[in-house]
C-alpha cells in the first residue's frame, strides 16, 4: 500500500517561530504537494513540487516555502508563522501518470499562539 | 481561475441513497474525482471519472458527468453510518498535474 507520513499529527507553534513539516511518500511518486484545509474552504494549494529540487507555486504560497531535496521528502516551512497559519496540513503525492490519483497523508494540525 | 462547487452539508436517513453534487467552471478538465475524508484522517480517494465518460459505477456509488452543464454527482446507494464523512469534488485541468478541490460536502448519515 502507498503511505505518505507527516512528522506530526498535531503542533503547537509561537507567532514568530519557524516551523517545519515533514512528509515522506514510500512509493516513488514524483509529485508531491501541500495543502491547507480550512472549514468551508476545502483544500487550498500551497505548494507543489514534479521533480527533485523543482517547485511551483500553488494558489497561496505567501508566508510558505518548500525543499525537497530528496524524491521521497517534502518539507514545507513557515519562515515565520503567525496566527492566520493555524490549519491543518495535507501532504499528497502521486505518479506522474493520466489519472494522476494523489495518495493523501493523515495531516497535521497546526495552532500558532 | 478555475473554481469548483458543492453545497456544505448533507443529511439523509441510514438505508437511503445519498446524492452529493458538484459544479466546476473548467472546460478542460480532463479527469473529475470525488474524495472522502473521514474525521481525523486524510482524503481517501474514492474513485474517479474521464471527462469522456457520463456514468461510472462501482458498487454502491454511481458517478454523473454533465459536462455540457460541468456538473458532477456521486450517488451512495443504501447509505450506512459509516459513510459519514466530508466527500471532495476535485478536477484536473489539461496538462496538469495539480487538481482543485471543492470546499467539501459533509454527509451525516443517521439510523
Not at chain 1, 39 to 61: A, T
Request: hydrophobic share 35%; net charge neutral.
Amino acid at each position: 500500500d502507498v503511505k505518505v507520513t507527516q512528522s506530526s499529527r498535531y503542533l503547537v507553534k509561537r507567532t514568530g517561530e519557524k516551523v517545519f513539516l515533514e512528509c515522506v511518500q514510500d512509493m516513488d511518486h514524483e509529485n508531491m504537494f501541500w495543502y491547507r484545509q480550512d472549514p468551508g474552504l476545502g483544500l487550498r494549494l500551497i505548494y507543489f513540487s514534479y521533480d527533485v529540487k523543482m517547485k511551483e507555486k500553488g494558489d497561496i504560497p505567501e508566508g510558505y516555502s518548500v525543499s525537497r531535496e530528496k524524491k521521497e521528502r517534502f518539507s514545507l516551512i513557515l519562515e515565520s508563522a503567525s496566527t492566520n497559519q493555524t490549519s491543518m496540513y495535507l501532504c499528497a503525492s502521486s505518479f506522474g501518470t493520466s489519472a494522476n490519483e494523489q495518495f493523501f497523508g493523515p495531516g497535521t494540525r497546526l495552532t500558532v499562539l | 481561475g478555475e473554481d469548483v462547487e458543492q453545497s456544505l452539508f448533507l443529511s439523509v436517513r441510514e438505508g437511503d441513497s445519498s446524492v452529493i453534487n458538484c459544479t466546476y467552471t473548467d472546460s478542460s478538465s480532463t479527469y473529475l474525482y470525488w474524495y472522502k475524508q473521514e474525521p481525523g484522517a486524510g482524503l481517501q480517494l474514492l474513485t474517479y471519472i474521464f471527462s469522456n465518460m457520463d456514468m461510472k459505477q462501482d458498487q454502491r456509488l454511481t458517478v454523473l458527468l454533465n459536462k455540457k452543464d460541468k456538473h458532477l454527482s456521486l450517488r451512495i446507494a443504501d447509505t450506512q453510518t459509516g459513510d459519514s464523512a466530508i466527500y471532495f469534488c476535485a478536477e484536473r485541468g489539461a496538462g496538469f498535474q495539480k487538481l482543485v478541490f471543492g470546499t467539501g460536502t459533509r454527509l451525516l448519515v443517521s439510523p
